[in-house]
């Protein structure tokens, strides 16, 4: 059972049919790009001449809007003329030059930024994959299309875009013989409110043929009439290909041999018609002959069966480049990503190397600046105090009694920690600490006083009894290190 290739074209005209129904409509804001009329009316002219399956003629015409859109520069032209020219090679069974042109098309600044040309991308490629038989891959370029179509504002194009691609899950489902997952895909397509006359055509066909196939006639029969009257309203060579072909297997399965094979011909006949070799249709010719009895017939038809099959062969070896093309393009992507994601982490690092430098120089200035006035101040603290230092020595040499006032405002917190750890101080000691601490000698202080040199040691003395002073230690000593020296005026 492979109904695959013609149920593939047939879905070929799903997305064509998205295409012309949403034509250059854009769901990103980005920079429209000025229309270019005559190649909007050759597109338009050749969608219209594939719908009526005149092939070589839309591609004259998608050729030519090709030409004036790459002089012109026409991104919205080249897209869609790349995306009509697959298509056409597509039902021409060139899948390597279809799958070139879906390439071309992903290049493009007008699909990058175009859901309806990203679906179709992603759609395509799944059909020739489809067609190639890798069918894991397929269906991962088919939920990329759904990825897609789930961004879509309008929700009947939506709608009709998402069950084209479950159809063609279900196919793919139905070839890998998982038939349970195929039947879900084919019936969540045809009991959907999908408006497209296509997926009801193809859905309800494709559920007729796997009812057939389990023997459930009357079901099958059902799915079939519906599809009959969906094929009608479509008037397309495709779709009654497909229902004569599965018409046939219906009548096979229902031991109907005559009518099957009327019906496997008349499929054939409109295959040709179309230039769709369908090689399969030769086989079950051949085996419905061989069920009458007829070996003469069922061996010729076996014969041509073998000879399609193998010039069709040859076809297949050259599209077997598809995949590799595909992975090749993928892995760009991806390598375009990467960079892009290294070009934006060298960016985002080196801002932030930038930010750090700048914070640091900032944090460097403001600390020089805070040294340097760090500096200013301390040359002018040691100014103040070498001046106030002087006064108060000066003071002091003159026995003046402004001496201990002015030596206090100097250096407040040495005198107050004095008076408060030793409150009975009196004057006459504060006074001679005041010397000490000033580094004056004992002979100093004595002519500085007018007092003998006796006088001034028993007054250092009676202050070392006050201060609990152990024979060892040094008075003069004691006294430097008591508080460090303070400035709180000049």
């Known amino acids: 059972m492979q109904k695959t290739g013609l149920l593939v074209l047939t879905n070929l005209f799903i997305f064509l049919s998205f295409i012309s129904e949403t034509k250059a409509k854009s769901y990103f804001f980005f920079p429209q790009q000025v229309e270019n009329e005559r190649v909007d009316s050759l597109i338009s002219r050749a969608e219209q001449l594939y719908d009526a399956e005149a092939f070589d003629q839309a591609l004259e015409i998608y050729?030519?809007?090709?030409?004036?859109?790459?002089?012109?520069?026409y991104s919205k032209g080249l897209a869609h003329s790349y995306l009509g020219i697959s298509g056409i090679y597509f039902v021409k069974g060139k899948l390597?030059?279809?799958?070139?042109?879906?390439?071309?098309?992903?290049?493009?600044?007008?699909?990058?930024?175009?859901?309806?040309?990203?679906?179709?991308?992603?759609f395509r490629e799944g059909l020739n994959l489809h067609m190639l038989g890798l069918y894991d891959e397929a269906i991962k370029r088919y939920k990329e299309a759904i990825n897609i179509s789930d961004k879509i504002d309008n929700n009947e194009d939506r709608i009709n875009k998402l069950f084209g691609a479950y159809i063609n899950i279900g196919d793919v489902y139905q070839l890998k013989k998982q038939n349970d997952s195929a039947l879900y895909y084919y019936k969540s397509a045809y009991h959907s409110p999908t408006t497209n006359i296509n997926n009801k055509f193809t859905s309800s066909v494709s559920i007729s043929e796997m009812y057939a196939e389990n023997g459930e006639l009357d079901s099958s029969k059902?799915?079939?009439?519906?599809?009959?009257?969906?094929?009608?309203?479509?008037?397309?060579?495709?779709?009654?290909?497909?229902?004569?072909?599965?018409?046939?297997?219906?009548?096979?399965?229902?031991?109907?041999?005559?009518?099957?094979?009327?019906?496997?011909?008349?499929?054939?006949?409109?295959?040709?018609?179309?230039?769709n070799p369908r090689e399969k249709l030769y086989k079950l010719l051949s085996e419905a002959y061989q069920k009458k009895g007829n070996d003469e017939l069922s061996n010729v038809y076996l014969k041509q069966y073998v000879h399609i099959k193998d010039s069709l062969e040859e076809a297949r070896k050259r599209n077997l480049n598809v995949p590799v093309m595909l992975a090749k393009t993928d892995n760009e992507i991806k390598i375009e990503k990467a960079e892009a994601t290294a070009r934006n982490i060298f960016i985002l690092a080196g801002i932030l190397i930038?930010?750090?430098?700048?914070?640091?120089?900032?944090?460097?200035k403001r600390q020089r600046r805070k040294s340097l006035k760090g500096k200013r101040e301390n040359i002018q603290?040691?100014?103040?105090?070498?001046?106030?230092?002087?006064?108060?020595?000066?003071?002091?040499?003159?026995?003046?009694?402004?001496?201990?006032?002015?030596?206090?405002?100097?250096?407040?917190?040495?005198?107050?920690?004095?008076?408060?750890?030793?409150?009975?101080?009196?004057?006459?000691?504060?006074?001679?600490?005041?010397?000490?601490?000033?580094?004056?000698?004992?002979?100093?202080?004595?002519?500085?006083?007018?007092?003998?040199?006796r006088t001034i040691q028993n007054r250092k003395?009676?202050?070392?009894?006050k201060f609990r002073l152990s024979s060892e230690e040094n008075l003069n000593q004691w006294i430097q290190n008591h508080h460090i020296e303070s400035l709180v005026q000049a």
Do not use: H, W
């Not at 930038?354 to 460097?364: C, D, K, M, P």
């Not at 601490?437 to 202080?445: P, Q, R, V, W």
């Not at 003395?461 to 009894?465: A, F, H, T, V």
């Open 63 to 73: 050729l030519s809007a090709k030409e004036i859109s790459e002089e012109e520069k």
């Open 222 to 275: 059902i799915y079939l009439m519906f599809a009959e009257d969906y094929s009608q309203k479509l008037g397309s060579k495709f779709s009654a290909a497909l229902l004569s072909e599965i018409y046939g297997k219906y009548y096979d399965a229902s031991g109907d041999v005559q009518s099957a094979i009327i019906s496997y011909k008349k499929a054939l006949e409109l295959n040709k018609e179309i230039k």
């Open 354 to 364: 930038i930010a750090i430098l700048t914070g640091v120089y900032l944090y460097l």
């Open 461 to 465: 003395y009676k202050l070392r009894k």
């Open 96 to 122: 390597d030059i279809s799958t070139s042109y879906l390439m071309k098309a992903k290049e493009q600044t007008f699909a990058k930024q175009d859901l309806d040309i990203l679906y179709s991308i992603s």
């Open 381 to 453: 603290l040691k100014k103040k105090l070498n001046n106030a230092f002087e006064e108060v020595v000066s003071l002091a040499n003159e026995n003046s009694p402004n001496f201990l006032s002015r030596f206090i405002e100097v250096y407040p917190e040495f005198y107050n920690q004095l008076i408060m750890e030793y409150p009975d101080l009196t004057s006459a000691d504060l006074k001679l600490c005041a010397l000490m601490k000033l580094d004056f000698s004992t002979k100093e202080i004595a002519e500085m006083t007018f007092s003998s040199l």
